[in-house]
Protein backbone atom coordinates (compact mmCIF):
# COMPACT_ATOMS: atom_id res chain seq x y z
CA UNK A 1 0.00 0.00 0.00
CA UNK A 2 1.02 3.20 -0.72
CA UNK A 3 1.72 5.60 1.93
CA UNK A 4 4.22 9.06 2.88
CA UNK A 5 6.12 9.37 5.63
CA UNK A 6 5.55 13.18 6.65
CA UNK A 7 8.58 13.27 8.74
CA UNK A 8 11.11 12.32 5.64
CA UNK A 9 10.04 15.22 3.88
CA UNK A 10 9.43 18.16 6.50
CA UNK A 11 13.16 16.90 8.23
CA UNK A 12 11.35 14.09 10.64
CA UNK A 13 10.34 17.23 13.42
CA UNK A 14 7.18 17.13 15.56
CA UNK A 15 5.09 14.69 13.37
CA UNK A 16 5.16 11.19 15.57
CA UNK A 17 5.93 9.59 12.86
CA UNK A 18 2.46 10.26 10.98
CA UNK A 19 2.15 8.66 7.43
CA UNK A 20 -0.53 9.69 4.88
CA UNK A 21 -2.23 7.01 2.62
CA UNK A 22 -2.77 8.39 -1.16
CA UNK A 23 -3.75 6.99 -4.44
CA UNK A 24 -2.37 7.92 -7.83
CA UNK A 25 -4.72 7.43 -11.11
CA UNK A 26 -4.46 7.95 -14.75
CA UNK A 27 -0.97 9.34 -15.97
CA UNK A 28 -0.02 12.04 -17.91
CA UNK A 29 1.78 15.67 -17.52
CA UNK A 30 -0.63 17.50 -16.09
CA UNK A 31 -0.52 16.51 -12.30
CA UNK A 32 -3.96 17.26 -10.20
CA UNK A 33 -3.98 17.09 -6.24
CA UNK A 34 -7.46 15.94 -4.29
CA UNK A 35 -7.88 17.02 -1.04
CA UNK A 36 -10.83 15.76 0.63
CA UNK A 37 -13.53 17.15 3.80
CA UNK A 38 -13.88 16.47 7.04
CA UNK A 39 -14.50 12.64 8.07
CA UNK A 40 -13.97 11.67 4.09
CA UNK A 41 -11.71 9.25 2.49
CA UNK A 42 -9.29 9.32 -1.16
CA UNK A 43 -12.07 7.39 -2.62
CA UNK A 44 -14.91 10.27 -1.71
CA UNK A 45 -13.25 11.91 -5.01
CA UNK A 46 -14.69 8.61 -7.26
CA UNK A 47 -16.73 11.09 -9.26
CA UNK A 48 -13.83 13.34 -10.35
CA UNK A 49 -11.29 10.84 -10.61
CA UNK A 50 -13.23 8.69 -13.18
CA UNK A 51 -13.91 12.56 -15.03
CA UNK A 52 -10.54 13.80 -14.87
CA UNK A 53 -8.65 10.28 -15.93
CA UNK A 54 -10.87 8.02 -16.87
CA UNK A 55 -9.68 5.52 -14.07
CA UNK A 56 -11.23 3.77 -11.60
CA UNK A 57 -8.37 1.65 -10.83
CA UNK A 58 -5.45 2.78 -8.99
CA UNK A 59 -2.36 2.79 -10.49
CA UNK A 60 -0.76 0.75 -7.32
CA UNK A 61 -3.42 -2.01 -8.35
CA UNK A 62 -3.48 -1.65 -12.19
CA UNK A 63 -0.88 -3.88 -13.03
CA UNK A 64 -2.34 -6.66 -10.97
CA UNK A 65 -5.76 -6.10 -13.49
CA UNK A 66 -3.68 -5.21 -16.87
CA UNK A 67 -7.24 -5.47 -19.00
CA UNK A 68 -8.71 -2.86 -16.81
CA UNK A 69 -5.76 -0.90 -16.94
CA UNK A 70 -5.71 -0.52 -20.56
CA UNK A 71 -9.30 -0.16 -20.68
CA UNK A 72 -9.39 2.68 -18.37
CA UNK A 73 -6.58 4.56 -20.30
CA UNK A 74 -7.76 4.31 -23.74
CA UNK A 75 -11.00 5.29 -21.96
CA UNK A 76 -9.06 7.85 -20.63
CA UNK A 77 -8.00 8.86 -24.26
CA UNK A 78 -4.23 9.10 -22.40
CA UNK A 79 -2.21 6.62 -24.84
CA UNK A 80 -0.08 9.99 -25.10
CA UNK A 81 1.76 10.28 -21.44
CA UNK A 82 2.30 13.97 -22.46
CA UNK A 83 -1.77 14.49 -22.62
CA UNK A 84 -2.76 13.01 -19.79
CA UNK A 85 -3.90 13.49 -16.34
CA UNK A 86 -2.36 12.12 -13.39
CA UNK A 87 -4.55 12.44 -9.93
CA UNK A 88 -3.84 11.78 -6.58
CA UNK A 89 -6.12 11.47 -3.52
CA UNK A 90 -5.43 11.13 0.03
CA UNK A 91 -7.00 10.50 3.37
CA UNK A 92 -6.02 13.13 5.39
CA UNK A 93 -4.39 12.52 8.90
CA UNK A 94 -7.10 11.70 11.40
CA UNK A 95 -9.10 9.24 9.03
CA UNK A 96 -9.33 5.98 6.69
CA UNK A 97 -5.68 4.68 6.12
CA UNK A 98 -3.53 7.27 7.66
CA UNK A 99 -1.90 8.18 10.93
CA UNK A 100 -4.47 9.71 13.63
CA UNK A 101 -2.78 11.92 16.03
CA UNK A 102 -4.27 11.88 19.56
CA UNK A 103 -3.74 15.85 20.41
CA UNK A 104 -6.01 17.63 19.13
CA UNK A 105 -3.25 20.11 18.57
CA UNK A 106 -1.67 18.14 15.69
CA UNK A 107 -4.23 18.68 13.75
CA UNK A 108 -4.78 22.56 11.81
CA UNK A 109 -5.33 23.51 8.23
CA UNK A 110 -1.64 24.65 8.16
CA UNK A 111 -0.49 21.42 9.10
CA UNK A 112 -2.49 19.38 7.15
CA UNK A 113 -1.61 21.64 4.01
CA UNK A 114 2.28 20.91 5.01
CA UNK A 115 1.27 17.20 5.12
CA UNK A 116 -0.13 17.91 1.53
CA UNK A 117 3.37 19.53 0.36
CA UNK A 118 5.23 16.76 1.67
CA UNK A 119 3.04 14.09 -0.29
CA UNK A 120 3.61 16.42 -3.69
CA UNK A 121 7.78 16.01 -2.42
CA UNK A 122 7.11 11.80 -2.01
CA UNK A 123 5.17 11.87 -5.56
CA UNK A 124 8.25 14.04 -7.13
CA UNK A 125 5.50 17.18 -8.28
CA UNK A 126 6.91 20.18 -8.34
CA UNK A 127 3.78 21.97 -9.18
CA UNK A 128 -0.22 20.53 -9.26
CA UNK A 129 -3.74 21.64 -9.45
CA UNK A 130 -4.84 21.71 -6.66
CA UNK A 131 -8.91 20.93 -5.70
CA UNK A 132 -10.05 21.02 -2.26
CA UNK A 133 -13.90 19.97 -0.65
CA UNK A 134 -15.17 21.54 2.28
CA UNK A 135 -12.41 20.91 4.91
CA UNK A 136 -10.52 20.05 2.32
CA UNK A 137 -11.00 23.36 0.45
CA UNK A 138 -9.34 24.87 3.40
CA UNK A 139 -6.47 22.70 3.28
CA UNK A 140 -6.21 24.19 -0.65
CA UNK A 141 -6.36 27.77 0.55
CA UNK A 142 -3.57 26.94 3.53
CA UNK A 143 -1.46 25.18 0.72
CA UNK A 144 -1.31 27.91 -1.64
CA UNK A 145 -0.78 30.99 0.58
CA UNK A 146 2.23 28.62 1.78
CA UNK A 147 3.75 27.33 -1.30
CA UNK A 148 2.20 30.07 -4.34
CA UNK A 149 4.65 29.33 -7.02
CA UNK A 150 3.89 25.05 -6.98
CA UNK A 151 -0.14 26.05 -7.11
CA UNK A 152 -1.09 25.82 -11.21
CA UNK A 153 -4.59 26.10 -10.12
CA UNK A 154 -7.12 26.13 -7.36
CA UNK A 155 -10.35 24.97 -7.13
CA UNK A 156 -12.46 25.19 -3.75
CA UNK A 157 -15.61 23.04 -3.81
CA UNK A 158 -18.17 23.84 -0.95
CA UNK A 159 -15.87 26.24 0.90
CA UNK A 160 -15.96 28.17 4.11
CA UNK A 161 -13.32 30.59 5.92
CA UNK A 162 -13.30 28.38 9.12
CA UNK A 163 -14.08 29.25 12.51
CA UNK A 164 -17.81 30.71 13.25
CA UNK A 165 -18.58 30.45 9.29
CA UNK A 166 -18.18 26.45 9.50
CA UNK A 167 -21.67 26.63 12.03
CA UNK A 168 -24.07 25.39 9.55
CA UNK A 169 -27.83 27.28 9.40
CA UNK A 170 -29.33 26.54 12.37
CA UNK A 171 -32.94 25.15 12.18
CA UNK A 172 -34.83 22.44 13.41
CA UNK A 173 -33.59 20.27 10.57
CA UNK A 174 -30.02 21.01 11.49
CA UNK A 175 -30.71 20.37 15.48
CA UNK A 176 -32.14 16.81 14.93
CA UNK A 177 -29.30 15.86 12.14
CA UNK A 178 -26.50 17.07 14.56
CA UNK A 179 -27.64 14.92 17.60
CA UNK A 180 -27.95 12.23 15.42
CA UNK A 181 -24.40 11.92 13.97
CA UNK A 182 -23.27 12.32 17.36
CA UNK A 183 -25.34 9.51 18.73
CA UNK A 184 -24.31 7.29 15.15
CA UNK A 185 -22.36 4.09 16.88
CA UNK A 186 -22.89 1.96 13.48
CA UNK A 187 -22.10 2.30 9.98
CA UNK A 188 -25.81 1.82 9.22
CA UNK A 189 -26.61 4.82 11.47
CA UNK A 190 -23.61 6.89 10.17
CA UNK A 191 -24.93 5.97 6.41
CA UNK A 192 -28.43 7.73 7.55
CA UNK A 193 -26.46 10.46 8.32
CA UNK A 194 -24.27 11.33 6.20
CA UNK A 195 -26.81 11.17 3.45
CA UNK A 196 -29.34 14.00 4.83
CA UNK A 197 -26.12 16.30 5.04
CA UNK A 198 -24.64 15.50 2.32
CA UNK A 199 -27.34 15.54 -0.64
CA UNK A 200 -30.82 17.66 -1.61
CA UNK A 201 -34.22 15.47 -0.12
CA UNK A 202 -34.94 15.92 -3.70
CA UNK A 203 -31.97 13.99 -5.06
CA UNK A 204 -32.41 10.93 -2.87
CA UNK A 205 -36.28 11.19 -3.43
CA UNK A 206 -35.51 10.43 -7.23
CA UNK A 207 -35.47 6.23 -8.16
CA UNK A 208 -33.38 4.71 -10.57
CA UNK A 209 -35.27 2.24 -11.71
CA UNK A 210 -37.09 0.31 -8.76
CA UNK A 211 -34.99 2.40 -6.09
CA UNK A 212 -34.59 5.64 -4.69
CA UNK A 213 -30.55 7.19 -4.73
CA UNK A 214 -31.27 7.03 -1.09
CA UNK A 215 -31.99 3.49 -0.72
CA UNK A 216 -29.07 2.58 -3.58
CA UNK A 217 -26.76 5.49 -1.61
CA UNK A 218 -27.56 4.07 1.93
CA UNK A 219 -26.45 0.64 0.60
CA UNK A 220 -22.71 1.63 -0.66
CA UNK A 221 -22.56 4.41 2.08
CA UNK A 222 -22.75 1.00 4.71
CA UNK A 223 -20.15 -1.27 2.55
CA UNK A 224 -17.86 2.46 2.19
CA UNK A 225 -18.01 3.01 6.06
CA UNK A 226 -17.53 -0.75 6.82
CA UNK A 227 -14.50 -1.45 4.84
CA UNK A 228 -12.45 1.66 6.25
CA UNK A 229 -13.64 2.06 9.54
CA UNK A 230 -15.86 3.97 11.52
CA UNK A 231 -13.65 7.53 12.17
CA UNK A 232 -11.80 7.45 15.54
CA UNK A 233 -12.83 10.09 18.20
CA UNK A 234 -9.07 11.36 18.04
CA UNK A 235 -9.21 11.66 14.53
CA UNK A 236 -12.73 13.20 14.46
CA UNK A 237 -11.98 15.90 17.20
CA UNK A 238 -9.29 16.84 15.65
CA UNK A 239 -10.31 17.77 12.17
CA UNK A 240 -13.02 19.49 13.60
CA UNK A 241 -10.65 21.71 16.08
CA UNK A 242 -8.71 21.79 12.70
CA UNK A 243 -11.76 23.44 10.89
CA UNK A 244 -12.60 26.04 14.02
CA UNK A 245 -9.10 27.63 14.62
CA UNK A 246 -8.96 27.67 10.11
CA UNK A 247 -8.77 31.64 9.44
CA UNK A 248 -7.22 33.11 6.12
CA UNK A 249 -5.75 36.26 6.75
CA UNK A 250 -5.52 39.24 4.60
CA UNK A 251 -1.94 38.69 3.95
CA UNK A 252 -2.73 34.72 2.70
CA UNK A 253 -5.39 36.31 0.62
CA UNK A 254 -2.93 39.32 -0.92
CA UNK A 255 -0.59 36.22 -1.32
CA UNK A 256 -2.40 33.81 -3.20
CA UNK A 257 -4.60 37.00 -5.49
CA UNK A 258 -1.38 38.03 -6.64
CA UNK A 259 0.31 34.97 -7.55
CA UNK A 260 -1.09 34.69 -10.97
CA UNK A 261 -3.58 31.30 -10.80
CA UNK A 262 -6.67 30.92 -11.83
CA UNK A 263 -9.42 30.26 -8.90
CA UNK A 264 -12.77 28.26 -9.42
CA UNK A 265 -15.30 28.02 -6.18
CA UNK A 266 -18.15 25.54 -6.26
CA UNK A 267 -20.80 25.49 -4.42
CA UNK A 268 -23.89 23.40 -4.01
CA UNK A 269 -26.87 26.26 -3.72
CA UNK A 270 -29.15 23.94 -1.50
CA UNK A 271 -25.75 23.13 1.12
CA UNK A 272 -27.19 22.97 4.61
CA UNK A 273 -23.64 22.42 6.12
CA UNK A 274 -21.16 25.02 4.68
CA UNK A 275 -23.29 27.76 3.63
CA UNK A 276 -23.08 29.67 0.40
CA UNK A 277 -22.63 33.02 1.76
CA UNK A 278 -19.75 32.67 2.31
CA UNK A 279 -18.64 30.67 -0.60
CA UNK A 280 -19.46 34.39 -2.43
CA UNK A 281 -18.02 36.03 0.13
CA UNK A 282 -14.63 34.16 -0.41
CA UNK A 283 -14.47 34.16 -3.98
CA UNK A 284 -15.10 37.93 -4.05
CA UNK A 285 -11.58 38.53 -1.92
CA UNK A 286 -9.87 36.41 -4.50
CA UNK A 287 -10.74 39.07 -7.11
CA UNK A 288 -9.90 39.34 -9.42
CA UNK A 289 -8.19 36.01 -10.03
CA UNK A 290 -11.76 33.47 -8.94
CA UNK A 291 -15.08 32.34 -10.80
CA UNK A 292 -17.76 31.23 -8.53
CA UNK A 293 -20.16 28.62 -9.85
CA UNK A 294 -23.04 27.63 -7.53
CA UNK A 295 -24.94 24.56 -9.00
CA UNK A 296 -27.89 22.66 -7.82
CA UNK A 297 -26.88 20.45 -5.19
CA UNK A 298 -26.34 19.96 -1.72
CA UNK A 299 -22.68 19.67 0.11
CA UNK A 300 -21.68 16.70 -1.73
CA UNK A 301 -22.05 18.43 -5.14
CA UNK A 302 -19.47 16.58 -6.58
CA UNK A 303 -21.26 13.41 -6.50
CA UNK A 304 -25.10 15.34 -7.15
CA UNK A 305 -23.70 16.73 -10.05
CA UNK A 306 -20.09 15.36 -11.19
CA UNK A 307 -20.90 15.92 -14.90
CA UNK A 308 -20.85 19.47 -14.28
CA UNK A 309 -18.57 19.99 -11.43
CA UNK A 310 -15.98 17.96 -13.67
CA UNK A 311 -16.81 20.38 -16.68
CA UNK A 312 -15.78 23.21 -14.23
CA UNK A 313 -12.83 21.55 -13.42
CA UNK A 314 -11.62 20.81 -16.89
CA UNK A 315 -11.99 24.47 -17.67
CA UNK A 316 -10.47 25.89 -14.92
CA UNK A 317 -7.23 23.45 -16.30
CA UNK A 318 -7.93 24.25 -20.27
CA UNK A 319 -7.78 28.43 -18.65
CA UNK A 320 -4.74 27.90 -16.62
CA UNK A 321 -3.13 26.02 -19.34
CA UNK A 322 -4.04 28.43 -22.18
CA UNK A 323 -2.99 31.51 -19.96
CA UNK A 324 -6.31 33.03 -19.96
CA UNK A 325 -6.61 36.57 -18.55
CA UNK A 326 -8.00 36.68 -14.86
CA UNK A 327 -10.22 39.40 -16.75
CA UNK A 328 -11.87 37.13 -18.96
CA UNK A 329 -11.73 33.94 -16.27
CA UNK A 330 -13.84 36.00 -13.72
CA UNK A 331 -17.84 36.06 -13.35
CA UNK A 332 -17.52 38.39 -10.36
CA UNK A 333 -18.86 41.83 -10.67
CA UNK A 334 -15.16 44.31 -10.70
CA UNK A 335 -15.14 45.83 -7.47
CA UNK A 336 -16.90 48.27 -6.22
CA UNK A 337 -14.46 51.96 -5.19
CA UNK A 338 -15.45 54.86 -2.50
CA UNK A 339 -18.78 54.82 -1.11
CA UNK A 340 -20.37 51.99 -2.51
CA UNK A 341 -17.19 49.84 -1.25
CA UNK A 342 -17.72 51.32 2.47
CA UNK A 343 -21.38 50.54 2.29
CA UNK A 344 -20.51 46.83 1.40
CA UNK A 345 -17.95 46.44 3.84
CA UNK A 346 -20.55 47.81 6.30
CA UNK A 347 -23.12 45.24 5.22
CA UNK A 348 -20.58 42.61 5.48
CA UNK A 349 -19.77 43.65 8.94
CA UNK A 350 -23.40 43.49 9.96
CA UNK A 351 -24.19 40.45 8.67
CA UNK A 352 -21.08 39.16 10.78
CA UNK A 353 -22.17 40.65 13.80
CA UNK A 354 -25.75 39.46 13.30
CA UNK A 355 -23.81 36.02 13.04
CA UNK A 356 -21.98 36.32 15.97
CA UNK A 357 -24.98 37.75 17.93
CA UNK A 358 -27.00 34.90 16.74
CA UNK A 359 -24.36 32.45 17.62
CA UNK A 360 -24.49 33.60 21.04
CA UNK A 361 -28.18 34.17 21.79
CA UNK A 362 -28.14 30.02 21.12
CA UNK A 363 -25.45 30.02 23.61
CA UNK A 364 -27.18 31.41 26.29
CA UNK A 365 -30.19 30.01 25.95
CA UNK A 366 -28.46 26.63 26.49
CA UNK A 367 -26.37 27.88 29.12
CA UNK A 368 -30.06 28.79 30.84
CA UNK A 369 -31.57 25.76 29.95
CA UNK A 370 -28.40 23.46 31.26
CA UNK A 371 -28.47 25.90 34.56
CA UNK A 372 -32.66 25.58 34.73
CA UNK A 373 -31.83 21.75 34.75
CA UNK A 374 -29.18 21.92 37.46
CA UNK A 375 -31.43 23.99 39.53
CA UNK A 376 -34.96 21.99 39.22
CA UNK A 377 -32.34 18.82 39.51
CA UNK A 378 -31.25 20.01 42.44
CA UNK A 379 -34.52 21.01 44.04
CA UNK A 380 -35.79 17.09 43.73
CA UNK A 381 -32.57 16.41 45.50
CA UNK A 382 -33.50 18.66 48.49
CA UNK A 383 -37.15 17.60 48.69
CA UNK A 384 -36.12 13.26 48.13
CA UNK A 385 -33.89 14.38 51.21
CA UNK A 386 -35.83 16.39 53.41
CA UNK A 387 -38.74 13.40 52.43
CA UNK A 388 -36.16 10.72 53.73
CA UNK A 389 -35.74 12.62 57.04
CA UNK A 390 -39.63 13.61 57.55
CA UNK A 391 -40.44 9.61 56.80
CA UNK A 392 -37.81 8.81 59.59
CA UNK A 393 -39.51 10.98 62.15
CA UNK A 394 -42.66 9.40 61.64
CA UNK A 395 -41.27 5.97 62.31
CA UNK A 396 -43.82 3.89 65.54
CA UNK A 397 -42.45 4.50 68.96
CA UNK A 398 -42.09 1.12 70.43
CA UNK A 399 -44.19 0.60 73.83
CA UNK A 400 -43.35 -2.00 76.13
CA UNK A 401 -45.91 -4.78 77.43
CA UNK A 402 -48.71 -3.40 79.58
CA UNK A 403 -48.70 -4.31 83.16
CA UNK A 404 -52.22 -5.81 84.79
Not at 25 to 42: C, E, N, Q, R
Not at 160 to 186: H, N, Y
Not at 225 to 234: F, L, V
Not at 341 to 349: K, N
Request: charged share 25%; with cysteine.
Amino acid sequence: MPFCDVNKYQGGGGNNGVKIFYRTYGHGTTKVLLIIGLAGTHDSWGPQIKGLTGAEVPNDAAWTTGDQYLSDRDEAGDGDANTGIEVCSFDNRGMGRSSAPTKKSEYTTTIMAKDAIALMDHLGWKKAHVFGHSMGAMIACKLAAMVPERILSLALLNATGGGFECFPKLDFQMVSIAIRFLKAKTPEQRAAVDLETHYTKEYLDEYVGPHTRRTILYQEYVRGISSTGMQSNYGFEGQVNACWTHKITSKELEVIRSAGFLISVIHGRHDIIAQIYYARKLAEKLQPMARMVDLHGGHLVSHERPEEVNQALIELIKASESKLSPHDWTNLPKKETGWREMETQVSLRRRNTEDRRCLHFMYDILTKFHLSLLYFFGLFVMAFEYGKKAFRSLKPVRVGASLS
